[in-house]
């Protein structure tokens, strides 16, 4: 049993179970023994890999993005180019490897911020970025960045904000709750509270006994507090995460560790917990402030965006082992059967402007 198991074993024995939100919460976030406060995540060597670590292509490609993006909006300066969530720092140090040969002017006028909760993180994250000549803060909220046009990026940022759940029980859905079976085992079960229905997805009325629907209140606060800054000082946002364009009913929770899936309750603190993100559901949001919204496939993003092109300029010097990399990178970013397809993209600019590859607004 993990040390926070045990911790957590012992809190539900004293108050009683906690609803999943909760949970996750203290899994990933708890600072003496949460995943992101002990642990070393990223890599081969840990637990998962995300886009920034599999190619400097990812990087590059986003960097042209709000590079297009700012010229959309007038060129403004000065003007903030922020990361929230940034992990290592990988992809911020290519991007701002990228902007300084698009426009020095811009690399070296911007005001760059972290956005990052976890002290062990930022010490890495200032290791990655101590070689880049350019003077980055780092903030814990995005309310502490400065008043002015924001360039903002999250990877994999939302699908780790704890969810909340709800199971079909009866003709009522009721919350889902981390409880203790009779041998103090951890286990879920339905509790008392409630949702409210106008918050069920659509298909949730024909959903069978036991079905799951997940709602994730701290995900839309943050999204709503980013389309604030850009709605009231102007800018853009680009998001990537795995997750759905349409909401619907279904489970999502899942631990990973050592690059495999394992039950959610098992090790606490020693195992990342996501969840697919409802796209739809943010977006919504975003509207809400005024602004317009773009949704894709992570594939057609990084295609749109010249991904193929790029790989290969990278690969017309390279010998063949080096260009059998860029061609596994391309498929894994962009392929249908890899990251192409399960992750999405949710794009935010201003009311009425558009920036390539998008068309037409959501």
């Given at each position: 049993?993990?040390?926070?198991?045990?911790?957590?074993?012992?809190?539900?024995?004293?108050?009683?179970?906690?609803?999943?939100?909760?949970?996750?919460?203290?899994?990933?976030?708890?600072?003496?023994?949460?995943?992101?406060?002990?642990?070393?995540?990223?890599?081969?060597?840990?637990?998962?890999?995300?886009?920034?670590?599999?190619?400097?292509?990812?990087?590059?490609?986003?960097?042209?993005?709000?590079?297009?993006?700012?010229?959309?909006?007038?060129?403004?300066?000065?003007?903030?180019?922020?990361?929230?969530?940034?992990?290592?720092?990988?992809?911020?140090?290519?991007?701002?490897?990228?902007?300084?040969?698009?426009?020095?002017?811009?690399?070296?006028?911007?005001?760059?911020?972290?956005?990052?909760?976890?002290?062990?993180?930022?010490?890495?994250?200032?290791?990655?970025?101590?070689?880049?000549?350019?003077?980055?803060?780092?903030?814990?909220?995005?309310?502490?960045?400065?008043?002015?046009?924001?360039?903002?990026?999250?990877?994999?940022?939302?699908?780790?904000?704890?969810?909340?759940?709800?199971?079909?029980?009866?003709?009522?859905?009721?919350?889902?709750?981390?409880?203790?079976?009779?041998?103090?085992?951890?286990?879920?079960?339905?509790?008392?509270?409630?949702?409210?229905?106008?918050?069920?997805?659509?298909?949730?009325?024909?959903?069978?006994?036991?079905?799951?629907?997940?709602?994730?209140?701290?995900?839309?606060?943050?999204?709503?507090?980013i389309a604030e800054r850009i709605a009231g000082d102007g800018g853009a946002g680009l998001f990537l995460d795995y997750g759905h364009l349409q909401p619907g009913v279904g489970d999502t929770l899942q631990a990973l560790r050592r690059h495999n899936h394992e039950d959610v309750l098992a090790s606490p603190g020693e195992a990342d917990l996501t969840?697919?993100?409802?796209?739809?559901?943010?977006?919504?949001?975003?509207?809400?402030?005024?602004?317009?919204?773009?949704?894709?496939?992570?594939?057609?993003?990084?295609?749109?965006?010249?991904?193929?092109?790029?790989?290969?300029?990278?690969?017309?010097?390279?010998?063949?082992?080096?260009?059998?990399?860029?061609?596994?990178?391309?498929?894994?970013?962009?392929?249908?059967?890899?990251?192409?397809?399960?992750?999405?993209?949710?794009?935010?600019?201003?009311?009425?402007?558009?920036?390539?590859?998008?068309?037409?607004?959501?």
């Amino acid at each position: 049993m993990t040390r926070l198991k045990s911790r957590i074993v012992d809190l539900i024995e004293a108050v009683g179970p906690m609803p999943v939100n909760e949970y996750m919460a203290l899994c990933l976030c708890d600072p003496r023994d949460g995943y992101y406060t002990t642990r070393e995540p990223f890599g081969a060597a840990g637990d998962f890999i995300t886009a920034p670590e599999i190619s400097q292509m990812f990087g590059e490609l986003v960097a042209i993005w709000f590079y297009q993006a700012w010229a959309a909006i007038g060129q403004p300066m000065p003007v903030t180019i922020a990361e929230i969530g940034p992990g290592r720092g990988t992809l911020m140090k290519d991007m701002l490897r990228t902007l300084s040969r698009l426009d020095p002017a811009l690399a070296n006028g911007a005001a760059i911020a972290m956005i990052e909760t976890s002290p062990r993180l930022t010490e890495i994250q200032k290791q990655t970025l101590g070689a880049t000549p350019f003077a980055v803060s780092w903030h814990e909220v995005v309310g502490t960045l400065p008043r002015q046009p924001l360039l903002i990026v999250g990877n994999e940022l939302f699908d780790a904000v704890p969810i909340r759940q709800f199971v079909r029980a009866g003709a009522e859905w009721r919350e889902r709750m981390v409880g203790l079976d009779d041998a103090d085992n951890l286990c879920f079960f339905a509790g008392v509270g409630s949702v409210d229905p106008t918050l069920l997805p659509r298909d949730a009325v024909d959903a069978p006994q036991g079905a799951i629907v997940e709602i994730a209140p701290a995900r839309t606060a943050l999204m709503a507090a980013i389309a604030e800054r850009i709605a009231g000082d102007g800018g853009a946002g680009l998001f990537l995460d795995y997750g759905h364009l349409q909401p619907g009913v279904g489970d999502t929770l899942q631990a990973l560790r050592r690059h495999n899936h394992e039950d959610v309750l098992a090790s606490p603190g020693e195992a990342d917990l996501t969840s697919h993100v409802d796209f739809a559901a943010l977006a919504a949001i975003v509207r809400a402030h005024g602004l317009d919204t773009y949704l894709s496939t992570q594939g057609n993003f990084l295609l749109g965006m010249g991904i193929l092109e790029r790989a290969g300029q990278l690969g017309a010097d390279a010998g063949q082992p080096a260009r059998d990399e860029i061609s596994d990178a391309v498929e894994r970013l962009a392929g249908p059967q890899a990251m192409g397809e399960l992750f999405k993209v949710l794009a935010i600019v201003p009311r009425g402007i558009s920036v390539r590859p998008f068309a037409t607004a959501d």
